[in-house]
């Protein structure tokens, strides 16, 4: 399951922010807070450019469901962001 992270601020400044905060967020069914689950990468195409950025997964040990943490400026049907 995909949950959007809100984040206005730019590509780069995001692969900085996400290797150094650890984000908190509760499961959207029973609400407790999730545990983290690791990363991945993906791939995004911003203008002529393409970035490498992590995507960060929990899960929730209650239901035992994994999310990713897709930054708003991914879209889950495109491989394109949206600025
Ligand atoms: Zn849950």
């Known amino acids: 399951m995909t949950i959007i992270l809100e984040y206005p601020h730019s590509i780069k400044r995001y692969i900085k922010f996400i290797n150094h905060i650890d984000i908190e967020c509760n499961c959207p ?3 407790r807070p999730l545990w983290n689950h690791g990363k991945y990468n993906r791939t995004v195409h911003h203008k002529t450019k393409s ?3 992590p995507i960060i997964r929990k899960r929730c040990p209650d239901c035992d469901k994994t999310f990713s943490l897709l930054p ?5 049907w495109a491989r394109f962001s949206n600025h």
């Open 29 to 31: 069914f029973c609400g």
């Open 72 to 76: 708003s400026f991914v879209r889950p």
């Open 51 to 53: 970035y490498v950025i």
